[in-house]
Structure formats: C-alpha cells, structure tokens
C-alpha cells in the first residue's frame, strides 16, 4: 500500500472511528493534567496513578521545546523522588537547542544526581528511574532516552516507535523468541537492563530526527504500552482532536484494560516546523538581494555616468548661440546626462549648414579645452568669412568706379568726334579758297 492509500484509510478511518468508552478523568483522585499551545506547538499530558497503586511514581515535564517522562522504581518515597530528581536535573541541564548529545548529557548528569540522593538524605538506597525526553525545534527533533518509557511519532497516520526500550523482553523481541504483543504481557516484562540510579557511567540513547508540521509526537510510561497495544495507541492518536484529548483518551484505555501501573502521556503537536517562515524568509532575503543587486548595478552606473559626464563635452546650440555642455547627450531613467556649461556669443546662423546639422545632433569633444578651441575656430570661420566678404566687396566697389570713370572717358570722347567731324577744318577752307587763283595763273 502506497503512503498516500495509508494516509487516506487512516482519515477514513479517524472519519468513521466508533466512539470508544471514556473515562471522566478530570475530577479523578490522583489525575493530573497540563496543556498549552504557541505558534509551533500545541501539548497535552495526563498522569494517572492507575487502578493498582496507591501513589504515582511517574514524573513528567512540558517546558517547551523540551518534554519529558521519568518512570520511577523502588516503591515508596523512592520511586516518586527518583523521577522527580531526574525530571528537575534534566530540566537544569538540558540545552536551549535540539543538542541531542547535550540532551544525552542531561540524563546522564540525572543519573548521577539520582545516584547521589540518598547520601544527602533525599530517597532511599535502590532507588532508580528511566528518562525519555525530546526537544522540539523548528523541523527537528532531539532524543534522549533510558529505559522502557517511550516516544512514538505519529506520520501521516502511521504511528512509528521512535525509542528502543533497555528491557529484557525488548532483547527477547530483538532476538526473535518472543513477538512484541508476547512482550506486553510477559511475567518479565518490568525488568530493566539500563536505567538511572545504580550505574554511575550509564550513558543515554540520544539521536536527531526530522520532524514537520502536522506530526503527532507521543511520550508515555510503560502503564501505557505495558497495557494498550500499539495498533490502539495508534487509532487513538489518529482520531483525537487535540492534543489533550489524545492523552486523555490514552490514558483512559490503558485503565479500561486494567490500569495496573502508573501511567503517564505528553502528546505534542507539531503545528510549524518553520519551514514556511524559512521559504518566507528566502523570498524576501531573495528580494532583498535582488534589490541590492539592483541599487548596487545602479549605482556604479551612476558612478561610471557620472564619471563619463564629469569628463564628457559636446557641442550644440543654446538659444540660436553655440554653446558647450559637459555630459552626453540624451538622458538615463528620466534624468538628463548634460548640463550647460557655457552660451558663446557665436551665433550658429552664421556657420555652414552642414555644421549646423552637426550641432543640432551634438559635436562630442574630448575636453574642454577641445570645446573651446573648436569654437573659437568657429568665431575665426565667421570672422574670416566676414573679412573676405568685406574684401569681395571693397573689390567690386573698385571695378564698378573704373568702370564708370572708363565709361565717362569714352562717352567724352565720342562728344567731342562728332562735334569735330560737324566743323569744317579751317586748312581745308584756305585750302579751297586758294586753289582756285592757281588755277587762274596757270591759265
């Protein structure tokens, strides 16, 4: 059966769940109950001195992120002091983080104060206890653990025996001789190979798990699981609600079916695991780096712009006037690359039209001093465009009055040809009149 078809029958299973009997425990002698929530986590726990004993020597602690269950033996006034011992000790010495190592290392500093008690007047001699604790941290999950007190984890319905219990029915089980619902009924099933209170160097079981929102966290004393089988406590934390009704409920089976120890439940809920607030902070941190990226291509583009501008010259027009900009040409987001460095009093009018078509787009210079010289060029342009105009000028001035003066001269001349060739020369009348007494004389 695939994981999902697992799911889907537990929910089905939760959805459809006959109402089973239930104790009223909230006014029962010897049951006590604690509960709470934050943003993470939501707790229950209920510890009942069971239908048996006359006192309850089983001790627990919710300090969130840290739980924990102690179960303690050696009967009256020792039982009781032993776990109370080691729950105080794990509760000094446990660390702020799921450190399982540090956990691990908190149990056995209890062990070592449970050890020492009698000697300062506190229990008795043979006394002892397990410890099963956990810290529960965003997605992960630190465990310590002595003894047959357990911890189960409930994942997507399936409720998995996270704890190996130090009894001697576990290596029965291990070694195959006996099943484990053999073992939850076996005349040895109260012996126990490692605990707290006999051995100085005992050493604890401590590991990490990963853990996620939704998950179902279970701590109990063996007057749990000595009594309910496992597929039970696993319906019970299928279809409970809450974490309180869950160890409320588990509590009660394990009474209905003979109550014949102490038991003892800590149910957490894992509501977040941080996981979302981790991807939430990703994508910000993403567009905060984005961001930053951004304002940092911008300003070194606005540094190498501003250093391109600070350097840069052109040469266009300003009111009909060469003028000279420092920058570039155009603008970037809005904002313009040129200011106006200086108006010139050489008027563009007075250039060629192709330089004024350059000017119109821009005339990029390397300097300023570039800009300068290419317009006093432009002003020695104008001006020697002005003084051979003036030349030109002067010149055809010149021609035209030869010209006339010519033209006088020759109109003078032609006046005073007439006027002669109209008068007879006074010779050619003398030479007339004479001729004729010639003519006489040679007769």
């Known amino acids: 059966m695939t994981e999902e078809h697992s799911l889907a029958s537990k929910l089905v299973r939760q959805a459809t769940a006959p109402l089973r009997p239930m104790l009223d425990l909230s006014s029962r002698p010897g049951s006590d109950s604690e509960s709470g929530s934050n943003h993470f986590l939501a707790w229950g726990s209920r510890t009942d001195v069971g239908l048996i004993r006359d006192h309850n ?31 105080h000790a794990i509760a000094q ?16 500093a209890a062990n070592r104060d449970v050890i020492s008690a009698p000697e300062q007047g506190r229990g008795r001699e043979g006394m002892g206890c ?7 941290e965003g997605d992960k999950m630190a465990v310590a653990h002595v003894g047959d007190s357990r911890l189960y984890l409930l994942h997507k319905g399936t409720l998995v025996r996270v704890t190996h219990d130090h009894s001697f029915v576990e290596e029965l089980v291990d070694s195959g001789k006996i099943t484990p619902d053999e073992a939850r009924v076996h005349p040895s099933r109260s012996v126990i190979t490692r605990a707290l209170g006999s051995d100085p160097d005992m050493y ?11 998950e179902r966290v279970l701590l109990c004393s063996d007057g749990l699981s000595s009594m309910v089988p496992d597929s039970e406590i696993e319906d019970i934390c299928v279809t409970s609600a809450s974490p309180q009704t869950c160890a409320d409920a588990l509590v009660s089976a394990a009474l209905i079916a003979g109550g014949h120890d102490n038991v003892t439940v800590i149910v957490v809920d ?22 930053a990226g951004f304002v940092a291509i911008l300003a070194v583009v606005w540094l190498v712009g501003s250093l391109i501008v600070n350097r840069s010259y052109y040469l266009s027009t300003s009111e009909g006037h ?35 078509t350059q000017l119109a787009s821009g005339i990029t210079m390397d300097n300023l001093d570039a800009a300068n010289a290419t317009v006093s060029a432009y002003r020695e342009q104008i001006e020697e465009a002005a003084r051979k105009a003036a030349e030109t000028a002067d010149t055809l001035k010149s021609s035209g009055d030869a010209s006339a ?39």
Not at 322 to 347: K, R
Request: net charge negative; glycine share 10%; charged share 20%.
């Open 322 to 356: 060469v003028a000279i900009y420092q920058g570039v040409e155009g603008d970037f987001l809005g904002f313009p690359l040129s200011h106006l460095q200086e108006t010139t009093s050489v008027e563009a009018s007075q250039l060629p039209e192709a330089v004024q």
């Open 130 to 136: 397990t410890a099963t604790a956990c810290i529960i």
């Open 204 to 214: 604890a079981d401590h590991f990490t798990l990963d853990v996620e929102s939704g």
């Open 93 to 108: 010495e446990a660390p702020a983080h799921a450190d399982s190592a540090g956990l691990g290392a908190a149990i056995e």
């Open 405 to 443: 003066a010519d033209k006088d001269a020759a109109t003078a001349a032609s006046d005073g040809a007439s006027a002669a060739a109209e008068s007879p020369a006074p010779d050619a009348a003398a030479s007339e009149g004479g001729a004729a007494p010639q003519e006489g004389g040679a007769a």
């Open 57 to 87: 020597e089983d001790s627990y602690l919710c300090r969130p992120p840290l739980f924990a269950v102690s179960d303690g033996m050696g009967g009256h006034a020792a039982g009781e002091v032993a776990s109370s011992i080691a729950i």
């Open 270 to 291: 894992i509501l977040n695991d941080g996981k979302e607030a981790a991807r939430s902070r990703k994508r910000r941190n993403a567009v905060l780096g984005w961001l």
